[in-house]
């Protein structure tokens, strides 16, 4: 297929060389000036990388980048194209680029990621997507080389609008694994006792089985490699703070999101959270008492 990929940044480029390494053709474009491999072709600007694409996928930091994109690149894309956008954005900007795109004639897909750098390296990352069924059959082949899991969840939006529920409680449940272990260390308990029970019984989640916040304790983790993400601290603020916006315009009550938001937005202002990774919410609380 012919493929534009705009925002090669951390999970852009990654995922734009393995499409490429896969035979595709890869048109790629940055507003940085960010040096390619041969075998991706370098665009002067949005427009002509879009142009005469089959899919044209973005990645890119938030909602209103992808709007002022979106905007250069419709009116250029071939009738037909789908417009793909992997980024992380508000479920409100998904839905106008959605609409827009097929006022356009054009298919649109939301397929936000969960994986990180290392997934979108390996080629295993999560596409959760919302669209049309037509839309997703055309970009599944390249889903299948960019991750491990495609999975078309409804419309338009329906994408983000997964992405945002599945790290609410990520991000909740994180919290409650950090205050949970540092409360054991204060009652004198062995963290590698607790791992134990925890892990196999009803306080286990993902958070505790396979990303266990303290070092040397469970699985291979950021706490093992000095909290360096990973995940870091100020993505789960943004996805945290996208859900609490999305709940804002549903009216739907979400004050365990909202705590988390709050506590993980202190931890990367004030805290020496800022590039670390989420889980060193853990060091944080041990070195807190309740006052
Ligand atoms: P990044 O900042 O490394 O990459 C974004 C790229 O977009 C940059 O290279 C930037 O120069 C480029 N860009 C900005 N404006 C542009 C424009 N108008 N036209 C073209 N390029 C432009 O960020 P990232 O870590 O690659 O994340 C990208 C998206 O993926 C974000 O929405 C993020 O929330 C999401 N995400 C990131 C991770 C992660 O672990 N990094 C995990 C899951 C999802």
């Not at 939006?157 to 409680?169: E, L, P, T």
């Not at 983790?221 to 859900?243: H, I, Q, R, T």
Request: proline residues 5%; contains cysteine; negative net charge.
């Amino acid at each position: 297929m012919k493929i534009g990929f705009i925002g090669l940044g951390n999970m852009g480029l990654p995922m734009a060389i393995n499409l490429a390494k896969a035979g595709h053709k890869v048109t790629g474009f940055d507003t940085a000036d960010i040096p390619l491999p041969d075998f991706i072709e370098k665009a002067s600007d949005a427009s002509s990388c879009a142009t005469d694409q089959d899919v044209v996928i973005t990645m890119l930091p938030n909602g209103t980048i992808l709007q002022q994109v979106a905007k250069t690149i419709i009116p250029v894309m071939q009738k037909g194209a789908v417009l793909c956008d992997c980024s992380t954005v508000d479920v409100r900007a998904a839905r106008q680029v959605g609409k827009s795109a097929e006022e356009a004639g054009l298919m649109a897909l939301d397929a936000p990621v969960s994986g990180g750098i290392s997934g979108a390296e390996a080629g295993t990352l999560t596409f959760m997507v919302g669209g049309s069924e037509a839309g997703f059959a055309i970009v599944a082949p390249l889903f299948e080389i960019m991750g491990n899991k495609a999975v078309l969840c409804g419309e338009a939006g329906a994408g983000q609008s997964v992405k945002i529920c599945n790290n609410m409680i990520l991000g909740v449940t994180m919290i409650a694994t950090c205050e949970s272990i540092a409360l054991g260390d204060k009652l004198g308990l062995d963290r590698e006792k607790l791992f134990e029970v925890l892990s196999t019984s009803s306080g286990a989640s993902w958070t505790v089985n396979t990303y266990f916040p303290a070092p040397n304790v469970g699985p291979k983790s950021p706490a093992d490699n000095d909290y360096k993400p990973g995940f870091a601290a100020e993505l789960m603020v943004k996805d945290l703070g996208l859900s609490q916006e999305a709940a804002q315009d549903v009216d739907a009550d979400t004050p365990m999101g909202a705590a988390a938001l709050t506590l993980y937005k202190k931890f990367v202002d004030d805290e020496d959270g800022l590039g670390r990774d989420f889980s060193a919410m853990l060091p944080r609380f041990s070195s807190r008492s309740r006052g």
